[in-house]
T-cell receptor
Framework: GQNIDQPTEMTATEGAIVQINCTYQ??????LFWYQQHAGEAPTFLSY??LDGLEEKGRFSSFLSRSKGYSYLLLKELQMKDSASYLC??????????WGAGTKLIIKP | GAVVSQHPSWVICKSGTSVKIECRSL??????MFWYRQFPKQSLMLMAT?????????EQGVEKDKFLINHASLTLSTLTVTSAHPEDSSFYIC????????????FGPGTRLTVL
């Protein structure tokens, strides 16, 4: 079956760095997406990886290892506004997104 | 970037009534639109996938006669919740996909439905 695993909740301190891990099992693979979702709002796109390696975009970076079925989202210089849920989603061979349950990130001052 | 709108943003209705939610891609043509439902503290649940001009493909467990989807054009899809009941209260989100390089889905702002 198809499955996405990510931690339910993480806590970090303002100004620090946090890494949110995601493992996936899908029928075929057409890329790994990370989305940010604030409470009561729709998800917003953060990153897309289809090749192995690290993609850096400002304070946020995303890493993919296809052989391990593993990705992580790295957030640097955390700000209070980064408090949100972070959703990992893998695209299968039918170009359908398989969603994780999301990781709720709590930022403390 | 690509913009997707949804209307209404929130709706309260009586049990037994029908509610229509519109999803529009404002500055691009969406080859495919997706409808999701999200209950509190849970992840997105795909309800159906619709391609312009063809019937929607529903996920297992989603009643196609209850959740009517019409994808009449490349910029508009509608979801009608028929004979709504309190258990249908949820956050409904649409997304639209182009045939771009990485098949990114652009999400609408969501519609919060409360059925009394």
């Amino acid at each position: 079956g198809q499955n996405i695993d990510q931690p339910t909740e993480m806590t970090a301190t303002e100004g620090a760095i946090v890494q949110i891990n995601c493992t996936y099992q899908t029928s075929g693979f057409n890329g790994l997406f990370w989305y940010q979702q604030h409470a009561g709002e729709a998800p917003t796109f953060l990153s897309y990886n289809v090749l192995d390696g690290l993609e850096e975009k400002g304070r946020f970076s995303s890493f993919l290892s296809r052989s391990k079925g593993y990705s992580y989202l790295l957030l640097k210089e955390l700000q209070m506004k980064d408090s949100a849920s972070y959703l990992c989603a893998a695209m299968d061979s039918n170009y359908q997104l398989i969603w994780g349950a999301g990781t709720k990130l709590i930022i403390k001052p | 970037g690509a913009v997707v709108s949804q209307h209404p943003s929130w709706v309260i209705c009586k049990s037994g009534t029908s509610v229509k939610i519109e999803c529009r891609s404002l500055d691009f043509q969406a080859t495919t639109m997706f409808w999701y439902r999200q209950f509190p503290k849970q992840s997105l649940m795909l309800m159906a996938t619709s391609n312009e001009g063809s019937k929607a493909t529903y996920e297992q467990g989603v009643e196609k006669d209850k959740f009517l989807i019409n994808h009449a054009s490349l910029t508009l899809s509608t979801l009608t919740v028929t004979s709504a009941h309190p258990e249908d209260s949820s956050f409904y989100i649409c997304s639209a996909k182009t045939s771009g390089d990485h098949n990114e889905q652009f999400f609408g702002p969501g519609t919060r439905l409360t059925v009394l």
